[in-house]
C-alpha cells in the first residue's frame, strides 16, 4: 500500500491517485511463448503427460528428458518436452521398448533433425555460391567489348602441298 493507492501496487482503477488519473503504468514485459520455452513445474508437468513426478525425476536422471533449471534448480518444463515425456511413455507402454531403447531413439531423432538442418544450410549456401557464380559471369560478359569482331575459322582445303629441303 502507498500514499497515493490505498489498495496496493497495480490495482485501484478510478481510485484517487490511481492509473486513471494519468500516471503512467509500468510498461509490461512481452514474452514470446514458444514450445520451446520453459514454464511448467513438475506437478503441473506431472498432470498433463499423466505421469507421477517421480517418473518424471527418473525420466530426467536418465537423460530422456532433460527440462530446464531455475536459479534455484527447480525443473521447468516446456510444451516440447510434456510432448516428449508422452512420446516416451507411449513408447515403452505400448510398444514394450525399454528405457535405453527409447533413449537411443531420441538420440537419433535428434541426430536426423540435426542432419536435415545442416543439409537444409548447405543448399541455401550452395544456391548462393550458384547465384554469385551468375552474377560473376553475367558480369564477365557485360564486360566484352564491342568492336571487337568474332573469328570465323578458315575453311580448310585438301590441296597437297609436297615439301622439298634445298641441299
Known amino acids: ?7 496496493g ?3 485501484g482503477e478510478g481510485l484517487p491517485g490511481g492509473p486513471a488519473l ?4 509500468p510498461a509490461a514485459t512481452h514474452y514470446v511463448l514458444t514450445e520451446d520455452t520453459p514454464v511448467y513445474v513438475i506437478s503441473v508437468a506431472a498432470e498433463l503427460s499423466g505421469l507421477h513426478p517421480q517418473t518424471l525425476r527418473q525420466y530426467d536422471r536418465l537423460g530422456l528428458v532433460c527440462p530446464d533449471r531455475t536459479a534455484g534448480r527447480g525443473r521447468r518444463y516446456s510444451a516440447r518436452d510434456i510432448q516428449q515425456l508422452r512420446e516416451v511413455q507411449r513408447l515403452s507402454q505400448d510398444e514394450g ?3 535405453a531403447g527409447i533413449k537411443r531413439i531420441i538420440e537419433l531423432e535428434n541426430q536426423v533433425a540435426a542432419l536435415q538442418s545442416r543439409i537444409t ?4 549456401s550452395l544456391e548462393g555460391a550458384a ?8 558480369a564477365v560478359h557485360a564486360s566484352y567489348r564491342r ?7 578458315v575453311q580448310q582445303s585438301s590441296a597437297l602441298v609436297v615439301w622439298r629441303p634445298k641441299r
Do not use: C, F, K, W
Open 1 to 7: 500500500m502507498t500514499p497515493d493507492n490505498p489498495i
Open 9 to 11: 501496487a497495480g490495482l
Open 22 to 25: 494519468g500516471r503512467p503504468r
Open 97 to 99: 521398448i525399454n528405457l
Open 121 to 124: 544450410e548447405l543448399a541455401d
Open 131 to 138: 547465384s554469385a557464380l551468375q552474377q560473376r559471369e553475367a
Open 147 to 153: 568492336d571487337l569482331v568474332p573469328y570465323q575459322q
